[in-house]
């Protein structure tokens, strides 16, 4: 089993890539539509992802993108909290 990355790196990959893609994590959680332990899962299925590397590229080339890459381990939650 490979080393978890750190918290708060993932952490804050996890806002630029809500951003990037339009899903508003803070908003849902602040509206209880995303649960503490859904906004700690994002994060710790981050933290055990292979592409952090890759993501922090993609997130320097695609700001403002409709869908995160299907190699995010998180992109059906974004896509999910953007239809929200």
Known sequence: MKPLGDRKQHYWLVK???K???ADVVGAHASGRLAQSDWANLVQTCRECDWSEGCQRWLHTNPKASDAPASCPNCDRFAAL???
């Open 16 to 18: 630029q890539m809500a």
């Open 20 to 22: 990037a893609t339009g």
């Open 82 to 84: 953007q239809a929200v």
